[in-house]
């Protein structure tokens, strides 16, 4: 699959998909549920494979602290 060129500007059409789903993002982005870590890898694995990119390796910890001791 080809590179994907993205937009240099948001549009009116992606500015009314941003406003649809904003509220949606917002408390997804604040659940402290334990997120299905199978199903994450396959959409961000999917975006890359879209845009054309290699997929680097997807790491998941179990708090930011954990991030530190990686790093």
């Given at each position: 699959m080809s590179k994907k060129q993205l937009p240099p500007v948001l549009g009116a059409e992606h500015k009314a998909v941003i406003k649809a789903v904003s509220g949606q993002i917002q408390?997804?982005?604040?659940?402290?549920?334990?997120?299905?870590?199978?199903?994450?890898?396959?959409?961000?694995?999917?975006?890359?494979?879209?845009?054309?990119?290699?997929?680097?390796?997807?790491?998941?910890f179990s708090s930011p602290q954990a991030i530190l001791k990686h790093l």
């Open positions: 408390n997804e982005a604040l659940c402290v549920a334990p997120m299905d870590r199978a199903l994450c890898q396959e959409a961000i694995a999917r975006c890359y494979e879209y845009l054309g990119l290699k997929c680097p390796e997807i790491l998941f």
